[in-house]
């Protein structure tokens, strides 16, 4: 039998503890980080970005912004 939400009964909790249990799930996954190498075409677009920025350092949205755009499509 398959693991599935059900199974488990992950579909039974309320929204907030199934985001704070995806939190749990993905910070074990970033601690096993190293089991997941990046691939050669991974690792390319990050070096044309850390490049692009030490270039181009001034353009950038400020994380305020990128927030107060969402929220404002969202109609919060």
């Not at 503890?17 to 074990?28: G, K, P, Q, Y």
């Not at 990046?38 to 949205?61: C, G, I, T, Y």
């Not at 400020?62 to 107060?68: I, N, R, Y």
């Amino acid at each position: 039998m398959a693991v599935t939400a059900k199974s488990l009964g992950i579909d039974k909790l309320d929204v907030d503890d199934r985001l704070a249990l995806v939190e749990e799930i993905w910070a074990s996954i970033c601690a096993d980080a190293e089991r997941f190498p990046l691939s050669v075409s991974q690792r390319a677009e990050l070096d044309r970005r850390v490049a692009d920025d030490d270039e181009f350092p001034d353009d950038v949205v400020p994380w305020d912004e990128v927030k107060a755009s969402v929220r404002a499509r969202l109609g919060r």
